[in-house]
């Protein structure tokens, strides 16, 4: 009965539809809870004051009264204090995504956290729409519905992370990918630049529209980021253009200038990393819990280290682009750089994995790993969900967590789509 049940369309639509529920309903009850989109509403609430949008000042001044620990709990800082509990300095996007969220602030918190807890699971449903066409990505499935419980089930993880902290992932991943499917030159230019306008590192996918020389694309792009950005600005422009200067200047220059801070457990990107291994105090609370760093190195060091690693990386990328027909396995690469090198990737940030892991998947069907390959392979799906506190308990899991589990498991995915994309193109010139 069971074999009937696995091979049937009807079953893989039933456990489909039964994980999905179990999203949705999980997701709906947690909007009371505290998350990272209560960081937008906030900001989107200053909108209507004019306060500073990120708040950058009150930190600062936080950081010239409180001197040491005794200070925090002056009567004169209480205000300061009520400031930073209300997500003060932890709104980092662009001025354009508060606004765009300005609608819900006439809700309350826990409605437009619904609201938004919604999007995000249309957004999700709009991914899955697009992986069944399989013709969107020149791909062949069969079993389309299991294939599908696949793709959600080892990236369950991230998905239930970005649950928690309501994030704005999914739909960036949704936006990027549509972007790249529709074939209008306008629609595709302006898709990717509301994703651009909400977060800086879908920009990246631009490089696809230069691989398929859409340059009417790159153009209409370049005008839809204009279009976005001015809409603001109608809205109030002397704001919206002094929150934006301080956006590059706070936000993005610090960013730059040093891509090593925040190097908290749950930051899995490369960054976080060589922190945690290699400097003294990048997680004050947790590296000496784990008798980190191993080597003291100085920072301009560690950013040699990191900018040596991210050229290994990308130049074997960027000679992808000397082929045709490796669109899908370079916005997969995309994908993966995105958050191996940004320089904060909480867990929730590799939902961007959602792609990769379809691609690989829709070609270990078709039978084009060796038997040595797809047991890498199905190792590599397992890994995030093994080290789960599920399975290993919340101590184990911190462990796995501080030693960038998920930053190595992507790494070696991202090594594994690169290898097989290499593989045919070794004879091509």
Same mark, same amino acid.
């Given at each position: 009965m069971w074999k009937t049940f696995q091979k049937s369309e009807v079953g893989g639509r039933i456990v489909l539809g039964v994980f999905l529920l179990f999203l949705f309903v999980n997701g709906l009850g947690r909007i009371s809870q505290k998350s990272d989109f209560l960081d937008?509403?906030?900001?989107?609430?200053?909108?209507?004051?004019?306060?500073?949008?990120?708040?950058?000042?009150?930190?600062?001044q936080l950081q010239k009264t409180v001197l040491k620990w005794e200070d925090l709990f002056l009567p004169? =800082?209480?205000?300061l204090l009520k400031a930073l509990q209300n997500q003060t300095a932890t709104y980092i996007y662009p001025p354009l995504f508060s606004f765009l969220l300005l609608p819900l602030t006439y809700v309350s918190e826990t409605v437009a956290?619904?609201?938004?807890?919604?999007?995000?699971?249309?957004?999700?449903?709009?991914?899955?729409?697009?992986?069944?066409?399989?013709?969107n990505f020149f791909t062949k499935i069969s079993k389309l519905e299991w294939l599908l419980v696949l793709v959600l089930l080892i990236n369950f993880r991230y998905i239930e992370s970005h649950i928690?902290?309501?994030?704005?992932?999914?739909?960036?991943?949704?936006?990027?990918?549509?972007?790249?499917?529709?074939?209008?030159?306008?629609? $595709?230019?302006?898709l990717l630049a509301l994703a651009t306008s909400i977060k800086v590192t879908p920009l990246v996918f631009l490089a696809i529209f230069v691989y398929d020389r859409r340059f009417k694309t790159?153009? &209409?792009?370049?005008? $839809?980021?204009?279009?976005?950005?001015?809409?603001?600005?109608?809205?109030?422009?002397?704001y919206t253009w002094e929150m934006s200067i301080l956006w590059v200047k706070e936000v993005l220059g =610090?960013?730059?200038?040093?891509?090593?801070?925040?190097? &908290?457990?749950?930051n899995q990107s490369l960054p976080s990393t060589l922190a945690k291994y290699f400097i003294n105090g990048a997680d004050f609370v947790n590296q000496p819990l784990y008798r980190m760093p191993f080597l003291q190195l100085s920072l301009e060091t560690v950013k040699w280290i990191q900018l040596t690693i991210i050229m290994a990386f990308g130049i074997p990328t960027l000679y992808l682009f000397k082929f045709k027909n490796l669109? &899908?396995?370079?916005?997969?690469?995309?994908?993966?750089?995105?958050?191996?090198?940004?320089?904060?990737? &909480?867990?929730?940030?590799?939902?961007?994995?959602?792609?990769?892991?379809?691609?690989?998947?829709?070609?270990?069907?078709t039978n084009l790993y060796s038997k040595k390959e797809k047991i890498v392979l199905v190792s590599l799906f397992a890994l995030p969900l093994i080290t789960h506190r599920t399975f290993v308990g919340s101590v184990l899991e911190s462990v796995f967590l501080m030693f960038s589990?998920?930053?190595?498991?992507?790494?070696?995915?991202?090594?594994?789509?690169?290898?097989?994309?290499?593989?045919?193109?070794?004879?091509?010139?």
């Open positions: 937008y509403y906030h900001a989107s609430e200053r909108w209507k004051t004019a306060e500073n949008l990120y708040k950058f000042d009150v930190a600062y004169e =800082n209480a205000v956290s619904g609201i938004h807890s919604l999007i995000n699971f249309v957004a999700l449903c709009g991914i899955l729409y697009l992986f069944a066409n399989g013709k928690q902290n309501n994030q704005v992932g999914l739909l960036l991943v949704f936006l990027v990918l549509l972007s790249l499917t529709v074939k209008s030159d306008i629609s $595709a230019g302006f790159i153009l &209409w792009f370049m005008i $839809a980021m204009v279009f976005w950005n001015a809409l603001p600005m109608l809205y109030d422009f002397h =610090n960013a730059l200038s040093n891509p090593l801070l925040r190097s &908290w457990k749950n669109k &899908w396995e370079i916005t997969s690469l995309l994908f993966l750089a995105s958050a191996l090198f940004s320089g904060i990737s &909480w867990i929730h940030s590799f939902v961007i994995c959602l792609f990769p892991v379809y691609l690989l998947l829709t070609k270990f069907q589990i998920l930053l190595y498991t992507s790494i070696s995915l991202y090594i594994f789509i690169l290898r097989d994309s290499l593989k045919p193109n070794e004879t091509r010139n």
